[in-house]
């Protein structure tokens, strides 16, 4: 007795072959990776994004360095760029007892106005995607 059927769709025709047999969810991995490597490689600062819908979506983005410095609230990412500010991520690099350099990440929570942003950060934005495209365009 199967709670939850799965299928990968190879193309559109198997996707309507897996719709009429009954499949619960459909993936396309293939080109899932292929949009978020699109947008990777047009978008000057983004590290990752996951869309939401046609018109939302949640990103990772580098801290541009003219915002380096300054607060959340200082900048109020809301009013300018129509963009909301889920959390910060911070980089570190720490040597282990061997020498060798690895990259520690730290989510930092719920994000709050206090947070002054550091070189290294990564922004975790949600808003419109042409928001986050003029966001990341703008501080190229």
Excluded at 91 to 112: C, D, F, P, Y
Excluded at 117 to 126: I, K, Q, Y
Aim: with cysteine; net charge neutral.
């Amino acid at each position: 007795n199967v709670k939850r059927l799965i299928g990968r769709a190879l193309n559109p025709l198997h996707e309507n072959v897996l719709n009429a047999i009954g499949v619960d969810e459909i993936v396309h991995p293939e080109e899932e990776t292929a949009e978020r490597w699109a947008k990777k490689l047009c978008l000057v600062g983004l590290i990752d994004s996951f869309k939401l819908d046609n018109n939302f979506s949640m990103v990772e983005a580098n801290v541009p360095k003219d915002l380096e410095g300054k607060s959340i609230g200082e900048i109020d990412f809301r009013r300018k760029y129509n963009l909301l500010i889920l959390t910060t991520i911070k980089n570190t690099q720490h040597k282990g007892i061997l020498g060798m350099s690895r990259k520690i990440t730290e989510v930092q929570g719920v994000a709050s106005p206090e947070v002054v942003l550091e070189a290294n950060d990564v922004l975790v934005l949600f808003g419109a995607n042409q928001d986050i495209q003029s966001f990341l365009k703008e501080k190229r």
